[in-house]
């Protein structure tokens, strides 16, 4: 699903009002089975991940939900719910659904407690594809809080990643999610994989009989290598930063699988919410978070670059900048049309 | 400081116990004035950071840290203490001191709130170098806990890393530590800094007239260079893993200076300590762990590589063959000495 939005597409586009689009997907997943709270967060988060110019977790990923409905990979009727376990701990049980709602209980449920408490942490288990972790991570940030999200537990499923020094694919792209408080212009929010490239490039560079970037993927050998043919023959994506990225991958196995598992349906996630202004009050710590992205922004640009960036302004400024228009690849939304027909023909 | 255990070495080595080692650095730092319990735990960390295969920052620091005992730049007589602050959070005051007792009490008071209540958030301040933070967090997860050390605040000192598409040094080399319950062997434990490399490699190429590896530095334009004098020529390190080491430096400093700050002798930190075992019981987390961690041990090595190494593991493996003897090189052990001496002749 994540191919198109690295390719230059061949097809044209349709711009569509984001209401529009959120108004039918909503549609959709209620007629799939979904609660009307889920089918509607659900809805409106892949319409603001595709106003954010992240095609890859938006609209598109209608299609692949709909798919795991029907093959019962997750569960529509899901509704996640905060429930205390056997050790006495609070968690979010997702149910086995879609992820998103669950991480917005997740966060929501987060800073209830780190408002009361001044931190919390939260499993998050039972769910399927969780969206766009910077989305919330930045609501909770605006907010007041620091939140830091990671899981795994997924490397059976998708051994994509090679360990440093390793030949072989071991371990999945496991993300880290974090978001701060920053200064005028919003919080600073870190939401990358912990692999070299998304796994998407590879399947675009072979749909387009392209070479991948040097330095990315090894072949079955343990051998760089820039075919993408390579990968699919055994090879694997090398961590981000070497050992460092090994590491984050790692440790965020070690989360979902040792600590919070064992894994169900995608992983489990730990998230860790700290109330940012019991440490500082708001408009100091927000002063003085501006007096360093401003430094940062006024770094003379290396050659090749426009700017330096802040993480988290790309997606904000990408969001107005729309203006509240998406504009889909017209293949895609002719799916999700079919897609709205038919469950509509059939009721 | 951190040059030598970079280059090999043209004088010679004197083998030593660890415990003669302790002795000689305790009474060291008990005649420039420091208590007796910091005195002892800064020998010991240092002695343990040597026999980890750590030179860099084991026992040779003990010249730095007299050296800015002499400059006034921190406090001997300083002795850690958990304060409450006026915002009513608990926190570590190191008292402008050197920060490894700071630490000592920071991971300590943490375990202990996190016992308590499942997890606790501590800001440490007022300290000089904090020591090897690995090694603290091998002791807490040891015992059960995850924690996440990470700070900032001192890029004003120290511009050495260029933000992802920057051409100028703006930030300090912010390392992250995060410790893990693991199987058999012990923990995992993640201890980087979040440039490429450490400012320590560019001293050591120049000194030894060699080149930098490609890839790691940009001249004052924002080139890559291979050669360490345009570092010093207003050059810069380059950030791990592109914009993803960027993003880990960036946070750290809006934690240390924005968060906690602002900074006062060398940045603040935060620790985040989570009790394991509420999530998972010991001898589950422990054999899942083991699971995910023997894969990864019996992964080919990719060519030009012994093995997969995980995180901690070669730290530990170090000590033990150390067999608590230290290998000092002797100019470093022969100016300790006339430390310890002069010391001694003053009294």
């Known amino acids: ?85 056997e050790r006495n701990t609070q968690e979010v049980d997702g149910g086995g659904g879609i992820g998103i709602p669950a991480m917005h209980v997740a966060y929501q449920h987060g800073m209830q407690i780190a408002q009361a408490s001044g931190i919390s942490a939260l499993a998050i288990r039972n769910v399927g594809h969780t969206g766009r972790h910077g989305a919330f991570a930045d609501i909770a940030a605006a907010k007041g809080f620091l939140t830091i999200c990671v899981g795994g537990g997924n490397r059976k499923k998708w051994r994509q990643v090679a360990p440093y020094g390793g030949a072989r694919g071991m371990l999945p792209t496991n993300p880290w999610c974090i978001g701060i408080p920053g200064g005028g212009r919003g919080p600073v929010i870190l939401d990358f994989a912990t692999s070299k490239i998304a796994g998407g490039w590879i399947y675009a560079a072979q749909s387009a009989g392209a070479l991948l970037p040097e330095g990315c993927v090894i072949d079955a050998e343990g051998n760089p290598t820039r075919d993408p043919e390579d990968y699919f023959n055994g090879g694997a994506i090398l961590p981000a930063g070497g050992h460092k990225g090994y590491a984050l991958a790692l440790v965020a196995e070690l989360i979902g699988e040792a600590m919070l598992g064992p894994s169900t349906t995608e992983g489990n996630w730990l998230l860790i919410t700290l109330d940012a202004h019991r440490m500082r009050e708001s408009s100091a710590l927000s002063q003085a978070a501006e007096e360093v992205l401003e430094e940062l922004r006024c770094c003379p640009p290396a050659p090749g670059y426009e700017s330096v960036e802040i993480p988290g302004e790309r997606e904000r400024e990408h969001r107005e900048k729309s203006a509240g228009i998406v504009s889909i690849p017209k293949e895609t939304w002719d799916q999700i049309l079919n897609l709205h027909d038919s469950l509509n023909s059939s009721s």
């Open 1 to 85: 699903m994540s191919v198109r939005s690295k390719l230059t597409l061949r097809g044209s586009r349709v711009d569509l009002g984001a209401s529009e689009i959120t108004t039918s997907l909503t549609a959709i997943f209620t007629r799939l089975g979904c609660a009307s709270e889920p089918a509607h967060q659900v809805a409106e988060h892949l319409v603001d991940t595709s106003l954010c110019g992240m095609e890859s977790h938006g609209v598109m990923r209608t299609l692949q939900y709909a798919e795991q409905f029907k093959t019962g990979y997750i569960n529509p009727k899901a509704v996640p719910q905060v429930v205390t376990t």
